[in-house]
């Protein structure tokens, strides 16, 4: 039955994107495909992947205990957290606390955690800054002057 359900939520929001996708507006000077082309063809493949799912649903899934679902719930907020916290904390520092947070989660050994943590936050901030060029805050713009 939890197949069905989500399957029938899927299909319902690939329609409301595909809804959306149509309203799309095309700029003069654009490709033969337009802007729309890559939206409906995601939601098209949503709903087909939703329609299975309906037809051809697995088994009954076994849940996960309550303590999985409370890491779950943990790592969702320290992950929303560090959406709000990216700007005043600076990349590498919430970079650095969500991913010893999180790593913790996985593995309940601190020091682990912790170099895990900054070992994350230092090569995702080379990574970005000199392979992608970004431009990122490292440091909180406060301990900047």
Not at 126 to 138: N, R
Not at 139 to 144: A, E, F, Q
């Amino acid at each position: 039955m939890t197949d069905r359900i989500t399957g029938l939520i899927v299909v319902v929001l690939a329609l409301a994107y595909f809804a959306g996708a149509t309203s799309l507006e095309e700029p003069f000077f654009a490709d033969p495909l337009g802007p729309k082309a890559f939206p409906m063809g995601i939601a098209i493949v949503a709903a087909i992947c939703g329609l299975v799912m309906i037809m051809k649903p697995d088994q009954e899934p076994a849940w996960p205990g309550l303590t999985t679902l409370m890491h779950i719930g943990f790592a969702i907020v320290a992950l929303i957290l560090y959406a709000y916290g990216l700007k005043p904390l600076g990349f590498l520092l919430s970079t650095a606390l969500v991913g010893a947070a999180v790593s913790y989660l996985i593995q309940p050994n601190l020091k682990t955690s912790l170099f895990t943590g900054v070992g994350m936050s230092v090569g995702l901030f080379l990574l970005f800054k000199f392979v992608f060029g970004l431009s990122l805050f490292a440091i909180p713009r406060w301990l900047m002057g």
